[in-house]
C-alpha cells in the first residue's frame, strides 16, 4: 500500500507531535504539504524536521487543498477554526484528524460527523491519550470485566499555566475560540473518564470559576459532580492553577471487585492495580511495566493515533477515537459550563451548546 498524502493546517504548538507521528509512521503516511496564515512558522516547523525545501509551504488552505489533493488532513488551528475548516475538508474529500476538542459547538461536531459520513471518509479526534499505554491496560483491564459493576470514577487534573502561556497565542482562554481549562487542559481526561465509565451520562452537577486568572475570559477551575446511565457516579477536578509547576492528570477508577489509578503528569503510569484474584507480585508488575516517561505532557499517544488513522482508512473501519467520541467530550464539557452558569443540574443528552453562550460569565 502505498502511504496515504498527509497535510497539516496549523503549525504551532502542537504542530511538531504531528509531524513527528506521520515521521514515526512513515511506511504509512507521507507529509505532503503544510499550512499555516503566518508562513514564518510553517517554515520554521519543516526546519525542525529537517524538511525544509522538501515539502511545499501554504499560507491559504483552501489553495493546499486543491493543489495538492491530500488524503489526510490534520486540522490544529484554533479550536475555533476546527469547524469551519474541518468542514471545508470533508467537502474536499478528505480524511479528517482535528485536534480537541473537535469543535466549540454541539452543532458543529454534529456538522462535522454528519459532513464525513456523507462524504464517506473518517472523522477522527485527536485524544492521543486513549493510546498511552497505562490507559489502554486500563481499558484491557475493563474490557475483561475485571472490575465487577462500576461505582465511580475520579479525573484529577491539577495543573499550572501561566501568563507567559496565555501571553504567546490571545485566542488562548477566550470564550470565541478556545473556552478554559476545562475545555482545553482537562478535555483528555475529561474524555477519559466518560469512556470508560460507559460512555452514558445522564447529569451533571459543577461549579466552574475563574480565580487565578484575571487575563483570561473563560474559567481556571472546576470541579464536577456527573451520574453515568448505569449507575455509578465521577468527579472531576480540573484547574490550571496549581503552583508552581504541573502537578499531575489521574484517572481513577473504582469497581466492586477492583480499583485502578492512572497517574503521573499526565495519565502515563499505572500507581494502583489491585482486583480481585490477582495478588501483590502480579500487582506490583503492572505497575512496573505500565509506566512511561513522555518528555512533555502531551504524551506518546500521536504516533499510535496516526497509525489507527491510516488502518481506519485502509480497512474502511471508525478510527479509535472518532468523531462521535470528540463529540461526546465536548458534550460533557459544554454540560459542566450550564450547569455552572446556571447553578442547576443539567441532563444530557445536551441540545445545542456552545462556548460564546457563556460570554461574559467571569467579567
Ligand atoms: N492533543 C493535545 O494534547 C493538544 C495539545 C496542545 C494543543 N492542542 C490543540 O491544538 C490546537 C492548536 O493549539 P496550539 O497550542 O498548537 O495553537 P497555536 O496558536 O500555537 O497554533 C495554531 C496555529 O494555527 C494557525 N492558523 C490559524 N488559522 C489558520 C488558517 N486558516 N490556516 C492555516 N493556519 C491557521 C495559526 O497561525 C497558528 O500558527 C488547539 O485546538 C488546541 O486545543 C492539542
Keep these: ?62 489553495s493546499m487543498l486543491h493543489k495538492v489533493k491530500p488524503e489526510l488532513v490534520t486540522v490544529a488551528t484554533e479550536s475555533g477554526y476546527h469547524a469551519k475548516i474541518g468542514l471545508d475538508c470533508l467537502e474536499a474529500g478528505c480524511n479528517l484528524i482535528i485536534e480537541k476538542p473537535i469543535a466549540l459547538s454541539i452543532r458543529d461536531a454534529d456538522r462535522l460527523i454528519d459532513k464525513a459520513q456523507e462524504k464517506g471518509v473518517k472523522l477522527c479526534a485527536c485524544h ?68 470508560m465509565m460507559g460512555d452514558e451520562v445522564s447529569e451533571v452537577f459543577a461549579y466552574t470559576d475563574n480565580l487565578n ?32 509547576q504541573n502537578l499531575e492528570e489521574t484517572l481513577y477508577l473504582f469497581g466492586e471487585k477492583g480499583t485502578l489509578k492512572v497517574g503521573g503528569r499526565s495519565v502515563n503510569r499505572i500507581e494502583e492495580y489491585r482486583f480481585e484474584g490477582i495478588g501483590e507480585e502480579q500487582s506490583e508488575e503492572v505497575k512496573r511495566r505500565y509506566h512511561e516517561t513522555p518528555p512533555n505532557i502531551y504524551g506518546f499517544g500521536h504516533t ?22 470528540g463529540k461526546r467530550a465536548l458534550e460533557l464539557v459544554l454540560a459542566i459550563y450550564k450547569s455552572a452558569a446556571g447553578g442547576l443540574p443539567v441532563k444530557l443528552p445536551l441540545a445545542d451548546c456552545g462556548t460564546t453562550d457563556f460570554k461574559g460569565r467571569f467579567d
Excluded at 44 to 51: H, M, P
Excluded at 141 to 153: A, D, I, K, Q
Excluded at 180 to 194: E, F, P, S, V, Y
Excluded at 305 to 325: C, F, K, T
Design 1 to 62: 500500500m502505498k502511504p496515504i498524502k498527509m497535510a497539516l493546517i496549523g503549525c504551532g504548538r502542537i504542530s511538531p507531535n504531528h509531524i513527528a507521528a506521520v515521521k514515526n509512521n512513515a511506511d504509512k503516511v507521507t507529509l505532503a504539504a503544510v499550512c499555516d496564515i503566518d508562513e514564518q512558522k510553517a517554515l520554521s516547523l519543516l526546519q525542525t524536521f529537517d524538511l525544509q525545501g522538501k515539502v511545499p509551504v501554504y499560507t491559504d488552505y483552501q
Design 128 to 195: 492521543q491519550n486513549r493510546f498511552n499505554r497505562s490507559v489502554q491496560k486500563m481499558r484491557e483491564t475493563l474490557e475483561e470485566g475485571r472490575f465487577g459493576r462500576m461505582l465511580h470514577g475520579a479525573a484529577h487534573i491539577r495543573w499550572n499555566r501561566g501568563p507567559d502561556y496565555y501571553r504567546q497565542a490571545a485566542w488562548r482562554g477566550t470564550w470565541e475560540l478556545d473556552g478554559g481549562a476545562l475545555m482545553n487542559q482537562c478535555i483528555h481526561n475529561i474524555d477519559l473518564l466518560r469512556w
Design 213 to 244: 486568572h484575571p487575563y483570561i475570559e473563560a474559567e481556571d477551575l472546576g470541579v464536577a459532580l456527573v451520574k453515568f446511565r448505569n449507575g455509578a457516579y465521577g468527579v472531576i477536578e480540573g484547574t490550571t492553577s496549581v503552583y508552581p
Design 304 to 325: 499510535p493515533l496516526y497509525a489507527d488513522m491510516a488502518a481506519a482508512i485502509e480497512e474502511n473501519r471508525a478510527p479509535y477515537v472518532d468523531g462521535q467520541a
